[in-house]
């Protein structure tokens, strides 16, 4: 999925999150770099970053899902629920999306997050979405 067809959001930008490949499944896998734009505690990642991760990567699977589809649904979020497993620690963190059902009006995404190895996740979510 190039970079043009899945434009991340203002606020991925700001927190300096970019695409930075693909998983297995296809799905877009977005990364940050740690920086004083993530940064909570000192050398730690901050949960809210963490959560702007996880949740961006969400939107990026569904939206690759909805294109491969052929669909262009608005999005709006019913519910979202991050489990944070791990500190984030000062290094780039990575998330992938993966869909759990795709109706036709709502989907299902899991989304996990980690950094140096990826069956030790940081965070995973749980994010339910209405399409219209």
Do not use: C
């Amino acid at each position: 999925m190039s970079e043009a067809l899945l434009e991340l959001p203002a606020y991925a930008r700001s927190l300096g999150i970019v695409l930075t490949g693909e998983s297995e499944g296809e799905m877009p896998v977005l990364t940050v770099d740690f920086g004083p734009m993530v940064e909570g505690r000192p050398q730690h990642f901050h949960g809210g970053a963490t959560a702007g991760l996880l949740e961006n990567a969400g939107y990026a699977a569904l939206r690759t899902a909805l294109i491969a589809a052929a669909r262009d649904p608005q999005l709006k979020p019913i519910n979202i629920t991050v489990q944070y497993l791990a500190a984030g620690k000062s290094r780039a963190s990575f998330a992938v999306g993966r869909i759990t059902r795709l109706g036709r009006r709502n989907a299902n995404v899991t989304v996990e997050a980690w950094q140096d190895d990826r069956s030790r996740p940081i965070a995973t979510a749980v994010m339910n979405i209405l399409m219209v």
